[in-house]
């Protein structure tokens, strides 16, 4: 039996090849095992449990150069272009729910359509944007993102200020007023999938290879440090664009927000492309890239599955007793997102990517559907961002934890304790259901959810740093992005259930 590989050279292989017939190697101390029986010709069967790679192979280790640590200038760089990205992201994440709550008052409707539009842009092209990253140079990425992430933004503030300027155009203008709802639902949805891109790109690939040649700890040190300035714009964008719509007004907040996309567009790009200037790492983990990206713009080689033997693009199309029926197959199959799937699913850690995506079939989270609920219930705003705030708040000290947690246990372990941490937590939501002071209930639904991130966070964070240790470099991006593709495909759902009961009480 052999298994279809993503264009990704043998000598990526998880473990070498050795002319020793069978070797078998295990790690007491982390958990994982592995065995590797050669069959004496070309075909190597592998079986692999992964458990745990928090200790590097000490073998591996000696054998690598010495290589300088991070700058931590460009450390800084690297994350304070992070910030101002997400920013922007979290700003919007949490005022359209407001917006639309706003257009139409004693509905849940608006609110629920357009979190079904982004989640489902998501699920559909996440996938197509992950593979697109990995066949695409950090340089071409970096453009492409900020400026359609920072002008589709722009796009959708602007014409959420038109609808707050014109509130009487649902019954003057209802034909305009559809139009301008959808543009909102398009722009943003254009601009949470150029999101996505950057994400896949910094905290899937930058840090990976920023990280490559040093301890396995400066990985984990990384990754924190970017969940957390992720936790903090959470913590912090809400609560500034609440006092906006509590003190100034909705108009106001729309303004703040387009303006920020316009102007730190360019500070982000000038930050981001220093860091890639300033470590060699990048560039040459860059220059890999564009040395298999053809110059046609195409992949040069494309495989199918066709009765557990590989095929070249070439040889299934050049064969002209293939029916019109089995090439309209062949091509569906080579488009870049059954290709990302089906690297996806061959991967060890395709269970805790699942597990992960789960999560996101849920109403209990400070997203869309809770903002508006909370809204209709007579929650100031500034309330519902300071609620928001302490969640991220806790999601930080979560993102604190992690390191101190993972270095004792193991990433797995971690992983493990999290997610029970989480369950425990949200039983205090489920609880509020009969409380019958609506007071009280409304406070132990947003306490359950906010106390809750604790396990969230470190659950997120050790899901990911599994995939970053397991997954060849070539498929991370394509990985990534199927990844949130499920874990969008999941909060689609939540956002259906909005609009089919979309009457808040």
């Not at 958990?31 to 190597?44: H, L, Y």
């Not at 991070?70 to 272009?81: K, Q």
């Not at 209802?174 to 949805?189: M, Q």
């Not at 369950?423 to 906010?450: E, Q, Y």
């Amino acid at each position: 039996m052999e298994m279809e590989r993503s264009g990704c050279d043998q000598d990526r292989a998880i473990q070498p090849s050795d002319t020793i017939a069978g070797t078998i190697a295990q790690s007491s101390a982390s958990g994982r095992t592995e065995s590797r029986i050669e069959t004496g010709g070309d075909v190597t069967i592998t079986e692999f449990n992964i458990v745990d790679q928090q200790d590097a192979e000490p073998e591996m280790m000696g054998s690598q150069e010495t290589v300088a640590p991070p700058s931590r200038l460009l450390l800084r760089y690297l994350y304070i272009g992070h910030f101002l990205a997400r920013w922007g992201a979290r700003m919007w994440e949490f005022s359209v729910a407001l917006y639309f709550i706003s257009l139409w008052p004693s509905s849940l409707l608006f609110a629920a359509i357009y979190g079904t539009v982004e989640s489902a842009s998501s699920a559909l092209f996440g996938a197509v944007v992950g593979k697109w990253v990995d066949t695409s140079t950090y340089t071409k990425v970096l453009r492409i993102w900020l400026l359609t992430q920072n002008f589709s933004f722009l796009i959708a503030g602007g014409t959420v200020l038109e609808l707050l300027f014109h509130s009487n155009l649902k019954s003057t203008n209802f034909v305009a007023f559809i139009s301008l709802v959808i543009l909102v639902c398009f722009s943003g949805a254009v601009g949470v999938l150029s999101a996505l891109a950057g994400s896949i790109m910094i905290e899937r690939e930058w840090v990976v290879v920023i990280s490559e040649g040093h301890p396995p700890e400066t990985l984990t040190q990384i990754n924190s440090v970017v969940r957390r300035i992720d936790l903090i714009c959470k913590l912090f964008a809400p609560v500034v664009s609440g006092f906006f719509v509590s003190f100034a007004s909705l108009k106001a907040s729309a303004v703040a927000f387009a303006l920020w996309n316009f102007a730190s567009v360019w500070l982000q790009y000038w930050l981001m492309s220093s860091v890639y200037s300033g470590i060699p790492a990048l560039r040459e983990s860059n220059q890999r890239r564009r040395q298999q990206i053809p110059s046609d713009g195409t992949e040069g080689r494309v495989s199918t599955l066709e009765g557990g033997t590989l095929h070249d693009e070439a040889s299934v199309h050049g064969t002209e007793e293939k029916s019109l029926m089995r090439r309209k197959m062949n091509l569906i199959m080579n488009s870049s997102f059954m290709v990302s799937w089906r690297i996806y699913l061959r991967q060890e850690v395709v269970l805790p990517g699942v597990a992960l995506a789960l999560l996101y079939f849920t109403v209990l989270s400070f997203g869309t559907l809770m903002t508006a609920d909370l809204k209709w219930e007579g929650i100031p705003a500034y309330v519902i961002g300071i609620g928001r705030g302490i969640s991220a708040t806790i999601g930080i000290v979560a993102t604190l934890f992690y390191p101190l947690l993972h270095s004792r246990i193991s990433t797995l372990r971690t992983g493990l304790w999290s997610i029970w941490c989480q369950w425990t937590f949200l039983i205090v939501c489920v609880a509020s259901i009969w409380a019958k002071n609506k007071h009280l209930s409304v406070s132990m639904l947003m306490g359950g959810v906010a106390t809750s991130r604790l396990g969230l966070w470190m659950f997120d964070l050790s899901v990911t740093q599994l995939m970053q240790d397991n997954v060849p470099e070539c498929d991370r991006g394509a990985v990534g992005g199927v990844q949130n593709s499920l874990q969008s495909a999941l909060d689609l759902m939540s956002s259906v259930m909005g609009i089919i009961i979309s009457d808040p009480r």
